[in-house]
């Protein structure tokens, strides 16, 4: 035995992405795998979330760019707080979260916006769409999952996920309401 590390060592997959191992969890085969499949969406989904946020929140620019910047990080935080909770869930059911950005990618609804930075209005915009295709998808998640008897995903999709993200459209939609001037 010696102290040194054993660096530069790779092995063979021992499970493949898209697969539910067998858990004794009281759900089926074919519901875990379903679950595993929506919930890996609604994480890359929120991975890419979480990446436009802190996109948004160092390039911000302003009159409100401090509020903003501030904003953009608290939810950053709270998105970065749902992937742990989706991966884990994943993993819960016997399944293997995705965990590479690249393959996120490939998996996620959301638009990649452009590499440099954009106005305001544009970010705000561009972070309520985001937003309302996660929700969509999530709110279909959840009922599809309720009806597999998923009790659990259906929680976190609707306990967390869409409050979290209702919380956050509300917040974010309200930076683009036209309000009078003070004193006129």
Do not use: C
């Not at 991975?47 to 910047?69: D, N, S």
């Amino acid at each position: 035995m010696s102290g040194q590390p054993r660096l530069h060592r790779h092995g063979p997959e021992i499970q493949e992405f898209g697969t539910v191992t067998r858990l004794p969890i009281a759900l089926s085969h074919d519901a875990r795998q379903y679950s595993a499949q929506r919930l890996n969406r609604a994480l890359a989904n929120t991975q890419f979330l979480y990446a436009l946020y802190k996109k948004y929140h160092w390039g911000m620019r302003g009159a409100t760019a401090y509020q903003l910047h501030l904003l953009f990080d608290k939810h950053a935080r709270e998105q970065l707080e749902l992937v742990d909770a989706l991966a884990e869930r994943v993993q819960t059911l016997g399944g293997v979260a995705v965990g590479d950005p690249r393959h996120a990618a490939g998996i996620t609804d959301v638009p990649r916006p452009p590499d440099g930075i954009e106005g305001v209005p544009s970010m705000l915009s561009r972070l309520l769409d985001a937003h309302e295709r996660v929700l969509a998808d999530v709110r279909d998640a959840a009922a599809r999952t309720a009806e597999l008897g998923d009790d659990g995903t259906q929680d976190l999709l609707v306990s967390q996920v869409i409050r979290t993200g209702e919380t956050q459209v509300w917040f974010v939609a309200e930076h683009l309401v036209a309000t009078p001037e003070a004193g006129a």
